[in-house]
């Protein structure tokens, strides 16, 4: 596609259940990167993929949290046994991944996560 | 564990008007600054900056880095209603791509 495609793009689930979220990169990138917006607060890093495997997984906050790139294009961030604090808006974003970095991040619209 | 402050957290402002963000930043092995804007939901990129005192410029937006003092600013000039949103400083470390961004400015422009 043209851009960074996020889905669902709201997502309300009751606390304990089990979330996908799903990405889906510009076409040819093969660095993705998911982040973590809560309200009044900057992206902050959960995981990175160059190609199929995590490259940094460094930001995920837990074992609730886990994603997978299974054949180097679309992802999806898993979320176990949410709770209330899981809330925000996650995004995604793709880079190139090759040549010269240029520090340009494409990112999607987000998912917003609200946990009840 | 890095550090990125932005100041003010928010500004309001008419068209026509400058206004001048501050980005300071404390990180080990810094690679580079950037700066995103961010309308709605998705942010989008707007510069980079690596080496100190080197301007970049796009349009009515411009930015600096100093890398002795550990900040960079973003002015816009002759504002306009459209530049209303939040702008977010982030950096980048060597071996490594993920970003560590501020907490944003939202700057709002009034006609």
């Known amino acids: 596609g043209a851009g960074v495609s996020q889905t669902p793009s709201n997502k309300v689930t009751e606390k304990g259940k089990y979330v996908e979220l799903r990405c889906d990169p510009i076409s040819g990138h093969t660095a993705l990167y998911w982040y973590r917006q809560s309200l009044g607060q900057g992206p902050e890093f959960l995981i990175y993929?160059?190609?199929?495997?995590?490259?940094?997984d460094s930001g995920l906050p837990n074992d609730r949290f886990f994603a997978v790139r299974p054949e180097g294009s679309v992802s999806t961030l898993k979320i176990q046994r949410t709770e209330r604090g899981d809330s925000a808006v996650y995004l995604c974003?793709?880079?190139?991944?090759?040549?010269?970095?240029?520090?340009?991040?494409?990112f999607g619209e987000g998912s917003r996560l609200t946990v009840l | 564990e890095d550090k990125v402050v932005q100041s003010p957290l928010s500004l309001v402002v008419h068209e026509g008007d400058t206004v001048t963000l501050n980005c300071s930043y404390e990180?080990?092995?810094?690679?580079?600054l950037l700066w995103y804007k961010q309308e709605k939901k998705a942010p989008t990129f707007l510069f980079m900056l690596t080496s100190s005192g080197i301007e970049k410029k796009s349009g009515r937006l411009s930015s600096i880095l100093d890398k002795k003092e550990l900040f960079s600013i973003l002015n816009i000039t002759a504002t306009q209603t459209g530049d209303s949103a939040i702008y977010l400083c982030?950096?980048?470390?060597?071996?490594?791509?993920?970003?560590?961004f501020g907490a944003g400015t939202t700057v709002t422009v009034r006609a």
């Open positions: 990180v080990t092995n810094f690679r580079s």
């Open positions: 982030a950096v980048a470390t060597i071996n490594d791509y993920k970003l560590s």
């Open positions: 993929f160059q190609g199929t495997g995590a490259a940094d």
């Open positions: 974003a793709s880079s190139s991944g090759t040549g010269q970095w240029t520090g340009e991040l494409f």
